[in-house]
C-alpha cells in the first residue's frame, strides 16, 4: 500500500476552461503529480485498457478525477467500466461535476465513486474545493500501488 503523492492522475473532462481550472488548481495546492488528460468517456477507456493510439503507454494512475457530462460514453458509464473491472475497480474514482441532481449522487455512490465533488463556480471556492481532496487522497488515505500485469 502507498499514497497517490507519485504516481499519475487521469482527468477526465471535456471542457477545456474545466480542464484548466482543474490543473491550476491542483498545481495550487501542491499537486506535483503527472496529469494526464482525456476529452471524453471513449478516450478515456482507451487509456484505462490501453488501446489504440495508448496501446502499452498509458501508465496506470492512482486517481481518476471523473467529469458526468461528457460527449458519447459518459462519465457514468465509465465509472461503471472501471468499477466493474477486476484490474481497474481498486482506483479512486472522484466525480467531479457540475451536476447536483440527487439521482447522480446516488448513482455514482451505488455504482463504486469513491467521492463525489460538485465543481464550484467561484474560483476560490473551486480551490478550496480541490485543496481538501488533495489533503484527503493525498496525505491521509493509503492506496493501492499495483502494477498492470498485462
Known amino acids: ?3 497517490i503523492s507519485t504516481q499519475p492522475l487521469l482527468l477526465v473532462e471535456d471542457s477545456p476552461e474545466d480542464y484548466e481550472t482543474t490543473v491550476r488548481a491542483l498545481q495550487s495546492s501542491g499537486v506535483a503529480n503527472d496529469i494526464f488528460h482525456c476529452v471524453d468517456g471513449e478516450d478515456a477507456l482507451e487509456f484505462l485498457f490501453r488501446r489504440g493510439a495508448y496501446a502499452d503507454a498509458a501508465p ?5 478525477l471523473l467529469d458526468l457530462n461528457l ?6 458509464e465509465v465509472l461503471e467500466v472501471v468499477k466493474a473491472d477486476e484490474n481497474l475497480k481498486t ?4 466525480i467531479l461535476t457540475t451536476s447536483d441532481d440527487k439521482r447522480d449522487v446516488e448513482d455514482c455512490y451505488r455504482n463504486g465513486a469513491n467521492s463525489y465533488v460538485q465543481k464550484p463556480v467561484d474560483f476560490r471556492a473551486f480551490l ?6 488533495k489533503e484527503f487522497w493525498f496525505e491521509i488515505v493509503l492506496i493501492s500501488v499495483e502494477k498492470f500485469e498485462r
Open 71 to 76: 460527449p458519447g460514453t459518459d462519465g457514468r
Open 128 to 133: 478550496s474545493a480541490v485543496q481538501s481532496l
Open 1 to 3: 500500500m502507498g499514497k
Open 91 to 94: 482506483i479512486p474514482v472522484i
Open 60 to 64: 496506470r494512475p492512482g486517481l481518476i
